[in-house]
């Protein structure tokens, strides 16, 4: 039986509140401890809409159409790797992607472009917003670090690309206990690496699956709607939800009077 993107989303966050919460939902009130450390999906801070142009560039007039399913296709590729227990990186699911895109959508995928797109991934951007964000909260004393899907080398690419060296901790890949989000062994590198408990980090998503999974494990939760995407279908809600990182440095001043 062939299982959609929502049902992929549902076992692996269902499984992340039956084993770890036993199914009671944490909630955020006046009473919970102060934010000590945020950890961030890779993509609330970098702008992948450079990969989405050349995309267009390459194929003209294809590009939304090979965008939209090679995104989708990367993910849904991490999900079924980890329920499958059949773990490679997020370079080798992303060009796996792009192969699967192209086919489905009839593209010839030459040696020179295929190498073209993926370069593109290492060449990643930040959002206006996010250096002057990420200063703001480092200055209060908040550590930060990315907890991404991406691999180590995406991510120091990406990072020094951007001009964001010395903001972050070492990168928390996936790479490191080989499953994807919404698993809890990827969300459990947060604790393990701040060595703070679940209720001090404050979980960043991009994703609204992302946000679903990391509320269900136990952290507070903000989600980086940048898309303005409705929330997700899975009986769970982020704490609080905004369109970009200046709304994310609103929250934690709001929730502990920096």
Partial sequence: MELNRRQFVNLATGSVASCLLGGIMPTVGNSDPPIKAIAFDGFTTFDPR????????LFPGRGPELSN?????????TWLRTVCGHYADFWK????????????????????????????????????????????????????AFLSNLTPYMLDSAIK???????????????RVRV??????????????????????????????????????GYPTFWVNRLNLPMEELGVAPDATGQNLTDLVDFVKARQQL
């Fill in 50 to 57: 450079s990969v989405f142009a050349l995309a267009e560039q």
């Fill in 93 to 144: 699911v992303t060009e796996d992607a792009l192969v699967f895109a192209t086919n489905m959508l009839k593209l010839e995928l030459s040696l020179e472009k295929r190498q073209h797109l993926m370069q593109a991934y290492l060449e990643l951007k930040s959002y206006p917003d996010a250096l002057p964000a990420l200063k703001s909260l480092r200055e209060a004393g908040i550590r930060l």
């Fill in 69 to 77: 399913a090679w995104r989708t296709r990367q993910f849904e590729y």
């Fill in 180 to 217: 994807y989000k919404p698993d809890p062994r990827a969300y459990q590198m947060g604790i393990d690496a701040f060595n703070l408990r679940r209720e001090e980090i404050l979980f960043a998503a991009f994703g609204g699956w992302d946000a679903a999974g990391a509320k269900l494990f």
């Fill in 161 to 175: 690309s951007s001009g964001l060296e010395g903001i972050f901790e070492p990168s928390l890949s996936t790479d």
